[in-house]
């Protein structure tokens, strides 16, 4: 069965600083992998994604993540914090061809410091 | 595109009323997923819907709940009677047929039942 964790509820980083929030997921077969972010009183938009081909992916704000199949991670990271990227994260993880259902993580809060 | 239309925004009602909450989902896509949000619970699958039909309701928390989808281009979810406990954020997202493509979320529907 597929699963997501997401190391960590709550994140701080200083403002300029290396945004860096951890998943593991666990897949039978190669996985569609995304990231969500959740910005207060909004719904959740896709940040970047991950289907085939290469294995780092860009997304929006600068965000990027790379998937390791060998440590079977999907960590996201950011180089320098803005503090409008203070949000709530979501890795999520569906098992191709069939991604009829996503499953999400439970989330990290990330804070960011001025 | 006008993304995934969700009403009311906002609904305040008094515990024992009946609740109705409305998805528009982008026109094409052919899956919509009916989400609770809570602090406590986090992001929690409820019922989704494959060409109008439901796939799976094993999310669906009571008897009180229940989600129809009479054409591919609207959905609703009724609470009847309500319950403060059903307090929470209640988010629509819809998906294509493209694998991968990952959900399209509303921007929800804040319910508080007092």
């Known amino acids: 069965a597929q699963s997501v964790t997401q190391l960590g509820s709550h994140v701080s980083v200083s403002e300029g600083a290396l945004v860096l929030l951890r998943c593991n997921y666990s897949?039978?077969?190669?996985?569609?992998l995304f990231w969500y972010v959740q910005y207060p009183n909004q719904g959740l938009q896709l940040l970047l994604k991950y289907t085939t081909g290469a294995t780092l992916v860009k997304g929006i704000n600068g965000f990027e993540a790379e998937f390791k199949k060998s440590e079977t991670s999907f960590h996201l990271t950011k180089p320098s914090a803005h503090m409008s990227d203070a949000a709530e994260y979501f890795c999520?993880?569906?098992?191709?061809?069939?991604?009829?259902?996503?499953?999400f993580g439970k989330g990290t809060r990330l804070h960011i410091l001025p | 595109d006008a993304g995934v239309i969700q009403s009311p925004r906002h609904e305040v009602t008094e515990m024992g009323q009946e609740v109705t909450l409305r998805c528009k989902p982008i026109s094409g896509h052919d899956y919509l997923f009916w989400y609770r949000q809570t602090m406590m619970r986090g992001l929690e699958l409820l019922i989704y819907f494959n060409n109008n039909v439901p796939i799976d309701d094993s999310g669906m928390p009571e008897d009180r709940f229940s989600a129809k989808m009479p054409n591919a281009s609207f959905s609703t979810l009724k609470i009847q009677p309500s319950e403060p406990r059903d307090s929470a954020v209640y988010f629509c997202?819809?998906?294509?047929?493209?694998?991968?493509?990952?959900?399209?979320f509303g921007s929800g529907t804040r319910l508080t039942v007092v």
């Open positions: 997202a819809s998906s294509s047929p493209v694998p991968g493509g990952g959900y399209t």
């Open positions: 999520a993880v569906s098992d191709p061809p069939r991604d009829d259902k996503i499953i």
């Open positions: 897949s039978s077969v190669p996985p569609y």
